[in-house]
Nanobody, 125 residues
Framework: QVPLVESGGGLVEAGGSLRLSCAAS????????VVWFRQAPGKEREFVAG????????YYAESVKGRFTISRDMVKNTMYLQMNSLKPEDTAVYYC??????????????????WGQGTQVTVSS
């Protein structure tokens, strides 16, 4: 199992920004797609954004397109989800997951095996 650790969540006012981080303990993000999901209370876990294993393609849920950006820092071996113009409906626990040689666009949780513990994002109105 590949330990994944998310961080960067917190409480922010609507319109604000947060940057989430996803680090893979003890290994590099090589040859892996990285995908962010989120889960709000009482709702199913949903796809937010993904980046292909080649890091050439990115995918976003319609609800976050234009506001969120997925990126990587190879030097720090960390993946990021930059979230701007946050809305109260973005409130959720955010999770990162990986998929070896994946496309990064898979939107079903069943496609992914390894998950981090999640980081809480709360957006106040």
């Amino acid at each position: 199992q590949v330990p994944l650790v998310e961080s960067g969540g917190g409480l922010v006012e609507a319109g604000g920004s947060l940057r989430l981080s996803c680090a893979a303990s003890g290994r590099a993000f090589s040859h892996t797609a990285v995908v962010w999901f989120r889960q709000a209370p009482g709702k199913e876990r949903e796809f937010v954004a993904g980046i292909s294993w080649t890091y050439t393609s990115t995918y976003y849920a319609e609800s976050v397109k234009g506001r969120f950006t997925i990126s990587r820092d190879m030097v720090k071996n960390t993946m990021y989800l930059q979230m701007n113009s946050l809305k109260p409906e973005d409130t959720a626990v955010y999770y990162c997951t990986t998929d070896n040689y994946g496309s990064g666009k898979g939107r079903s949780v069943q496609e992914y095996e390894y998950w981090g513990q999640g980081t809480q994002v709360t957006v106040s109105s």
